[in-house]
């Protein structure tokens, strides 16, 4: 083997090596994000707990022309998670009303009732080749001043 032929498999080996080490390096990068931070991925009990609180909302100062209205804070939302659904309702004065909904997986939301109402009814529906057919109704009413839910399986 030659010189020339050691020669360029040294530096073969060495542009592979360095290629290596930059791609690494980018991928740590772009894992960590631009500002240097990890991203921390959540459980399923820090992502209910973060909807369930309230959002803060940016502090506006008055003008001069702004007139003073009694403002009126929300009830604070319940999560619920009836048949692997997601269902994020409130009470007020004894009536329920449901602020969102997401479907369990494989499932399509077919209807929800939008309006405060002693009894809140979300419908559920899968079909589809290979998956069966099936429909799930939850029933949200509140008790204690709290939303609760209750499956109807079909």
């Given at each position: 083997m030659g010189s020339?032929?050691?020669?360029?498999?040294?530096?073969?080996?060495?542009?592979?090596?360095?290629?290596t080490v930059v791609g690494l390096g980018a991928v740590r990068v772009i894992g960590e994000g631009i500002s240097g931070t990890a991203a921390a991925t959540l459980t399923q009990e820090e992502v209910a707990e973060a909807l369930?609180?309230?959002v803060p909302s940016a502090s506006l100062s008055p003008s001069r022309s702004a007139s003073t209205r009694p403002s009126r804070t929300a009830p604070p939302a319940t999560v619920l998670r009836p048949a692997g659904s997601t269902i994020t309702a409130h009470c007020e004065g004894g009536l329920v009303k449901i602020d969102s909904v997401a479907p369990p997986q494989g499932y399509a939301t077919v209807d929800y009732d939008r309006e405060l109402t002693d009894e809140a009814e979300v419908r559920f529906d899968r079909g589809g080749k290979g998956q069966g057919s099936g429909r799930v109704e939850v029933h949200v009413t509140c008790a204690g001043g709290r939303p609760q839910a209750t499956l109807d399986d079909d």
């Open positions: 020339r032929t050691a020669f360029a498999m040294v530096g073969w080996l060495v542009a592979a090596a360095a290629a369930a609180s309230p």
